[in-house]
């Protein structure tokens, strides 16, 4: 099992920043994909960035040279960071922090593991 745990969130206005913060507990591998998603209200909820345990990252065309996602430490990932600059209005959301680890028990196939998420507004 894993637990994550984000914090961060907050009110903010446009054109701000404000970091999120995934704490990892319980099982963890070095081995893991860790990303951030969010959903607006009525919105289905989407991928923001995702790094992996080499560092690869990956972003979506929306948060691009705005959102960083980064690791504190790339042996374990025990906390994994969202920073976000020049914030808009558009990015008011439930940010969740999601992980995938490798299964114990179906070798080949992958475990996920979500947080509660943190809220994030953003005023114009």
């Known amino acids: 099992q894993v637990q994550l745990a984000e914090s961060g969130g907050g009110l903010v206005q446009a054109g701000g920043s404000l970091r999120l913060s995934c704490a990892a507990s319980?099982?963890?591998?070095?081995?893991?994909?860790t990303s951030w998603y969010r959903q607006a209200p009525g919105n289905q909820r989407e991928l923001v960035a995702a790094?992996?345990?080499?560092?690869?990252?990956?972003?979506a065309d929306s948060v691009k040279g705005r959102f960083t996602i980064s690791r504190d430490n790339p042996r374990n990932m025990n906390i994994v960071y969202l920073q976000m600059n020049s914030l808009k209005p558009e990015d008011t959301a439930v940010y969740y922090c999601?992980?995938?680890?490798?299964?114990?028990?179906?070798?080949?196939?992958?475990?996920?593991?979500w947080g509660q998420g943190t809220r994030v507004t953003v005023s114009s």
């Open positions: 790094i992996t345990s080499r560092g690869v990252t990956n972003y």
């Open positions: 999601h992980r995938q680890v490798p299964s114990l028990s179906y070798p080949g196939a992958w475990e996920d593991y």
């Open positions: 319980g099982r963890i591998l070095a081995f893991n994909v």
